[in-house]
């Protein structure tokens, strides 16, 4: 894969050769960890050395070679005493950055060597010895120029140049055993000493020569690998675009997306997002080096050329542990911004993105762990933490997707109720990343070390700002960075989104849409509190017995009187007509015969010829009052029954809802321009309210008892007492307690307005705006958001049934 391409040589770089000791394992200690691996220098690596001398003014030469090299120890940077320990002090390792030119200088490095000298001289004379080669002040410094071999744009750099290179190393040589005619020569003056100083010229022409452009070689070959790896994002070509399908909702008529663009437009102008983008991986990281193809299994050249062995100051066998392995993992990503625009519109199903931004910033969190063998010595959790952060000058980002809804789905429900995941699920069809792009200005790039390894090293943090100064020199190709961005959004970042927005709406179908509130049941333990339909059924039939109570009380009267013109009856005659008529009031006439002699002497002739008509048993019912006409008798009844209809549709039907508004104002705050509702804020229901204020404190739950006692029992037990009032014979409410009765319900009656006020309070006092946007168009209206509450047609039910009973009574 292309990441392996890109960090092979880096790897390279960074293993180091394994020996056959073994020490550790390290845990978390790097600079532990360095000092005991195992360096072991093949004897062809260093060549021999042709040196020339004066000894007593005669000038020799002498051939030196280096055998058996095993190095360790390796520090950089001083060590400062601490009680019984030694600890690392900083500035072992420094950068500095001049254009595309980098400095790097390391000071105080510390190594040990063990090896075999063997020397000629002209003075005929030769011998080994084993001698111990140490350093613990050598210096290395070196300048490189990181340039574009790209004869066409954009460059991308992709070679490294070595501009100077000093070394002094500045070594230790002591000779500690040999044959005799080494040991001899420790006694000649001079002679250890001149042999040393030729070995510091030697090594420090090798190291600005041979190590050094091994590993420019390394850092070439990284670089031509990026360039292979990055250059393909080039030449990336324009996304297809899904087809169209005609039962797909079109975008340009959804409000809410109409009302976004107007908007965005005005809200975040010139205003600092900060966390516009917050990336977090859902399990903590996201895997940019896995361990499977990052793993260093062959062996590897650290020092020389990996094609001429014969060249390689340092080689490393795998065949005796496991590989080591490099991960790296992205924790987190921050995006702020100050945005200067941003645009949403939406064409059939295509859904367009952009915004603008004069500056923004961007920090990705990146963890780095290290764990395995190298150079004998065992490492463990070497785990560190680095930000990347990246400020942009004038930035442009846009995205384009695909969003296939059906439209009849999406239409059966409110915008509102979108806020729930689950009830958009029904309306997707199809969700797809189309593609991505940026335009950008890189003003200023770091890394920094925001976690060190378990035993704090310096080296790390030196090493962490070295590349830091590389991402400033490799950021100086700004438009090949871009150009790179632009192909790595189209190709990786469009498949992320889409898989992602596959697996969201593959969530989505097993997401249920959450029922209004007041509407659930609780696994059926009660029965809806809000319920629409069962509201519907009691207003329904309410109108129907207003409509035959109106039939009865005026339109019954008014054909009896036409009939009566035509045709005079008496009620003791026979008319079928009139008998028919009646019988529709509810009564049917009984022969006077049937009357007793006492009902005879309770009536006057007049009354016994108005109610001759009348059931026996509730003869001296209200209903039955001479005063009262047949037709109102029966009205009345209709009348009452139906107001107990209208009562009970608007106990569970909403009284009003407060929501919370997208809206364009005019000159009056009742009737705006345009206005989309977004957000249900609050439901008003009697059983709703109840339950709700009962759940909230015991404050709330006195509250919820008023409003179940003054606005529950109240209105059905005076509709009630109403009705048998008014049918209920003597026997069963004597006079004076239906008189009584009847009184203390016309005195309360009128506080049945109560809650008719209070709902008009609520209406008027839950309205505020708020303003958005900068105003500078003042032709524009102006755009709010608004939190109205608004009658519901249970509040119609209810001023229905209060008002009727408020005139029947």
């Not at 040196?51 to 000038?59: E, H, P, Q, R, S």
């Not at 790179?484 to 898989?499: D, I, S, Y």
């Amino acid at each position: 894969m292309g990441y392996a391409k890109i960090a092979w040589p880096l790897l390279v770089m960074l293993r180091l050769p394994r020996a056959h000791n073994q020490d550790g394992p390290f845990e978390g200690d790097l600079e532990g960890w360095l000092a005991s691996v195992k360096i072991v220098v093949p004897d062809d690596a260093i060549k021999p050395i042709d040196a020339y001398f004066k000894i007593l003014g005669v000038a020799h030469s002498a051939k030196i070679e280096v055998h058996s090299l095993e190095c360790d120890g390796l520090r950089v940077g001083k060590t400062l005493v601490d009680g019984n320990e030694q600890k690392r002090a900083n500035g072992g390792l420094s950068s500095h950055v001049q254009g595309r030119d980098v400095e790097v200088r390391l000071e105080k490095v510390a190594i040990s060597c063990r090896g075999t000298v063997r020397y000629s001289t002209s003075m005929g004379f030769s011998g080994s010895a084993n001698a111990i080669v140490s350093m613990d002040d050598a210096q290395l410094s070196t300048t490189l120029r990181l340039t574009s071999l790209d004869e066409a744009t954009p460059e991308i750099p992709n070679n490294l140049e070595t501009l100077s290179c000093a070394s002094k190393l500045k070594l230790q040589l002591d000779i500690v055993s040999g044959t005799a005619v080494t040991r001899l020569a420790e006694h000649i003056p001079g002679l250890v000493g001149k042999l040393q100083n030729m070995l510091n010229t030697k090594l420090d022409e090798y190291m600005c020569s041979s190590v050094l452009d091994g590993a420019r070689g390394h850092l070439s070959t990284l670089l031509d690998d990026m360039h292979s790896a990055i250059g393909s994002y080039t030449d990336t070509t324009e996304p297809e675009c899904p087809s169209w399908v005609e039962s797909f909702m079109p975008l340009e008529d959804v409000p809410l997306l109409n009302w976004a663009r107007r908007f965005s437009g005005r809200v975040v102008h010139n205003h600092y997002i900060g966390n516009a983008v917050n990336f977090l991986y859902p399990t903590g990281y996201w895997p940019l080096v896995g361990p499977d193809e990052w793993a260093l299994r062959q062996p590897t050249c650290i020092l020389g050329s990996n094609n001429d062995t014969t060249n390689c100051a340092a080689a490393r066998s795998l065949h005796e542990h496991p590989p080591a392995v490099l991960r790296v993992d992205l924790n987190r990503a921050d995006l702020g911004a100050n945005i200067s625009g941003l645009d949403v519109s939406g064409q059939n199903a295509l859904l367009a993105c952009s915004g603008n931004a004069s500056r923004a910033h961007l920090q990705a969190v990146i963890q780095m762990t290290f764990d395995g063998w190298a150079g004998g010595a065992e490492a463990r959790n070497l785990s560190a933490e680095v930000a990347i952060d990246v400020m942009f000058g004038s930035t442009n980002l846009s995205g384009a997707f695909f969003v296939g809804l059906d439209r009849q789905a999406f239409n059966a429900e409110p915008i509102w109720r979108y806020l729930a995941v689950g009830c958009l699920a029904p309306s997707v069809r199809q969700l797809q990343a189309i593609d991505f792009t940026a335009n950008l200005q890189i003003e200023r790039t770091s890394i920094s070390l925001l976690r060190n390894v378990q035993v704090s090293s310096p080296l790390l943090a030196e090493a962490v700002e070295l590349a830091s100064n590389l991402l400033n020199v490799i950021a100086s190709y700004e438009t090949a960075m871009v150009a790179v961005l632009n192909g790595f959004l189209r190709q990786n970042l469009t498949m992320l989104v889409t898989k992602r927005l596959h697996d969201w709406a593959s969530g989505l179908q097993h997401q249920q849409c959450p029922v209004s509130p007041g509407q659930e049941t609780e696994g059926g333990k009660h029965l809806p509190l809000i319920n629409p339909g069962f509201a519907s059924f009691c207003m329904w039939t309410a109108a129907v017995l207003a409509l035959a109570a109106g039939a009865v009380s005026v339109v019954l009267p008014m054909s009896v009187a036409y009939l009566g013109s035509k045709d005079e009856v008496s009620c003791g005659e026979t008319s079928d007509e009139i008998e028919s008529t009646v019988a529709l009031a509810g009564w049917t006439c009984q022969p006077e015969a049937s009357l007793s002699s006492a009902e005879d002497n309770y009536h006057s002739e007049e009354s016994r010829s108005r109610h001759c008509c009348h059931a026996w048993w509730f003869r001296d019912a209200l209903c039955n009052a001479v005063t009262v006409p047949r037709h109102i008798s029966v009205g009345m009844i209709l009348a009452l029954v139906a107001c107990l209809f209208f009562l009970m549709g608007s106990n569970f039907l909403p009284l009003a809802a407060s929501f919370l508004n997208l809206e364009s104002q005019t000159d009056s705050w009742l009737h705006p321009r345009s206005s989309v509702r977004v957000y249900n804020v609050l439901m008003y229901s009697l059983f709703y309210s109840i339950k709700a204020l009962s759940e909230h404190g015991a404050s709330l739950r006195v509250l919820s008892v008023v409003i179940a006692i003054f606005s529950g029992v109240l209105p059905y037990t005076k509709l009630l007492a109403m009705i048998f009032c008014w049918i209920c014979p003597v026997a069963l409410i004597p006079v004076s307690w239906r008189g009584r009765i009847l009184w203390l319900l016309d005195q309360i009656g009128k506080y049945s307005l109560v809650d008719v006020f209070i709902i008009q309070f609520i209406s008027g006092t839950l309205y505020t705006t708020i303003s958005v946007g900068d105003d500078a168009d003042p032709e524009a209206d102006p755009l709010v958001v608004a939190l109205r509450t608004n009658l519901a047609a249970g509040f119609i039910s209810f001023v229905l049934a209060t008002v009727g009973s408020l005139i029947l009574g």
